[in-house]
């Protein structure tokens, strides 16, 4: 599955025309996505910001739409282009070829993914949960499809950090 069917889907639904109606100036500002181990798409969310109240609205997109008031930003965020798009499949595959380099044969549980924009570019923010509680974080470009950041911890380390 790709971004843009994700996207297509909110945009043609009848409640978020509705909603677009009553907000024109809103523009997508992120979203989040959760594949389970069986690389399905468990959680789908699309979040848009507007700019006239400073206050976000989540549309999940699991069996229903549903809308949701997020908290307010401290910042305003950047809008991420309608035209963005990636596949989850081949994100997926980026991830498993990246463990593989780095020799981590734990098998994935759940895959985390948040998009966000930032300085006009589009990342894909990743916790890629393992067997054996292992957490990797990675960031990645969706300019280039590039993995720019790696850091594999131990669910342990959080634990010994929190007593100290």
Known sequence: MNFQSLLNELLSSEKFKEFKKKNPKVYLCSGFFIINEAK????????????????????????FLEIEKLQKFEKVPEEIPRTSDFDFG???ELIDKKL???????????????????????????????SGLILVNMKISLDNK???????????????????
Do not use: C, M, W
């Not at 759940?110 to 966000?116: N, P």
């Not at 924009?117 to 923010?125: H, V």
């Not at 590039?146 to 007593?163: A, M, P």
């Open 40 to 63: 399905e798409l468990e959680k789908k969310h699309l979040d848009y910001y507007a700019p006239d109240s400073k206050e976000a609205f989540g549309f999940k997109l699991e069996s």
């Open 90 to 92: 081949k994100i997926r």
């Open 100 to 130: 593989n380099e780095e020799k981590i044969k734990n098998k994935i549980t759940k895959i985390i993914f948040s998009l966000q924009r930032l300085n006009s570019k589009n990342f894909l923010i990743v916790n890629v949960f393992l």
């Open 146 to 164: 590039k993995i720019i950041d790696f850091e594999k911890k131990s669910i342990f380390s959080f634990i010994r950090n929190k007593k100290s």
